[in-house]
C-alpha cells in the first residue's frame, strides 16, 4: 500500500485543521492506520489509530478531546481532526499502515507502510 498524507498547513493557536491520509494499490480496510508526529530534536510519537474497521480508536492522552481519527473506507482514506491546536502540536504528522491485528499501535515499529509526512505549524 501506498500513503498520501495531506491537510498541513500554518494555523493559529485554537484554531484547527484535518489532515488526509489516502491510500493506494490497496484498499485501506487491510489495514489498521495510524498518525504520528515528529518536532524538531524530538522523537516521532504516536498521535492516533484506527483499526481496520473503524470500530476502535486510540488516542495520545497529550491530544484526547481535541484530535479525532476517522475513516472511510469508501474514499481509502483515514482523516485526524485536529480542533483546539497548540504551539505544541507543531510537528510534521504522520500517517502508517500496520495490517494484521489492532495490537501495539501505539509503537512506531508496529508499522510496515509510512505516508511522506505533512507539516502542521501552529502560531501563538
Known amino acids: 500500500v501506498q500513503l498520501q498524507a495531506s491537510g498541513g498547513g500554518l494555523v493559529q493557536a485554537g484554531g484547527s485543521l484535518s489532515l488526509s491520509c489516502a491510500a493506494s494499490r490497496h484498499p485501506i480496510t487491510n489495514y489498521n492506520v495510524g498518525w504520528f508526529r515528529q518536532a524538531p530534536g524530538k522523537e516521532r510519537g504516536f498521535v492516533a489509530a484506527?483499526?481496520?474497521?473503524?470500530?476502535?480508536?486510540y488516542v495520545a492522552d497529550s491530544v484526547k478531546g481535541r484530535f479525532t481519527v476517522s475513516r472511510d473506507n469508501a474514499k481509502n482514506t483515514v482523516y485526524l481532526q485536529m480542533n483546539s491546536l497548540k504551539p505544541e502540536d507543531t510537528a510534521v504528522y504522520y500517517c502508517?499502515?500496520?495490517?494484521?491485528?489492532?495490537?501495539?499501535?501505539?509503537?512506531?515499529?508496529?508499522?510496515?507502510?509510512w505516508g511522506q509526512g505533512t507539516l502542521v505549524t501552529v502560531s501563538s
Open positions: 502508517a499502515a500496520a495490517p494484521d491485528g489492532s495490537w501495539g499501535l501505539v509503537s512506531p515499529g508496529r508499522y510496515d507502510y
Open positions: 484506527s483499526s481496520k474497521s473503524g470500530s476502535t480508536t
